[in-house]
């Protein structure tokens, strides 16, 4: 597939460039909270890491880092990548309103076949919160 090609014919420098220099890339040992996402169709795989600390003055609580490990495509990677410096510093609840096309254009656009990958980023940071407040609940569970 053409797509698959790395040529700037198809993919933008950003895309290129965290394709092949992916930002905060691994595991959090001692993350606070993960998300991890297949696309069924393909088998791209991404998971996030997130490590979150409590401001004084915030309602809740920002995401002090963010790693990620992820098995897929260029698209996927570099999506993955940027999204890892776009979220640092938001709460969760900012975070999951930043939306598949947020970071498709951060990277500078994505061809046109690979306009879903960019799916992946968005969908594992809402898994991310939900597994948050589930989390959340069962503490408070056995806290009661
Ligand atoms: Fe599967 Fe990119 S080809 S998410």
Same mark, same amino acid.
């Given at each position: 597939?053409?797509?698959?090609?790395?040529?700037?014919?198809?993919?933008?420098?950003?895309?290129?460039? =965290? *394709?092949?220099?992916?930002? !905060?890339?691994?595991?959090?040992?001692?993350?606070?909270? /993960?998300?991890?996402?297949?696309?069924?169709?393909?088998?791209?795989?991404?998971?996030?890491? *997130?490590?979150?600390?409590?401001?004084?003055?915030?309602?809740?609580?920002?995401?002090?880092?963010?790693? *990620?490990?992820?098995?897929?495509?260029?698209?996927?990677?570099?999506?993955?990548?940027?999204?890892?410096?776009?979220?640092?510093?938001?709460?969760?609840? /900012?975070?999951? $309103?930043? #939306?598949?096309?947020?970071?498709?254009?951060?990277?500078?656009?994505?061809?046109?076949?690979? $306009? =879903?990958?960019?799916?992946?980023? /968005?969908?594992?940071?809402? $898994?991310?919160? #939900? !597994?948050?407040?589930?989390?959340?609940?069962?503490?408070?569970?056995? #806290? #009661?």
């Amino acid at each position: 597939m053409p797509d698959d090609n790395l040529s700037s014919q198809y993919y933008s420098a950003i895309a290129i460039e =965290h *394709f092949q220099n992916p930002r !905060n890339v691994g595991e959090i040992v001692d993350s606070d909270v /993960e998300g991890q996402v297949v696309n069924p169709v393909c088998g791209d795989e991404v998971k996030f890491f *997130f490590r979150l600390r409590k401001n004084k003055d915030a309602q809740e609580r920002v995401i002090e880092s963010v790693s *990620f490990q992820a098995s897929g495509c260029p698209a996927t990677i570099a999506t993955s990548s940027i999204a890892t410096e776009m979220l640092i510093g938001l709460s969760l609840s /900012e975070a999951s $309103q930043l #939306t598949r096309l947020d970071y498709a254009e951060a990277v500078g656009g994505l061809p046109k076949s690979k $306009q =879903h990958c960019s799916v992946l980023a /968005e969908a594992v940071v809402q $898994q991310a919160v #939900t !597994n948050l407040r589930l989390k959340d609940q069962s503490s408070m569970k056995e #806290t #009661t």
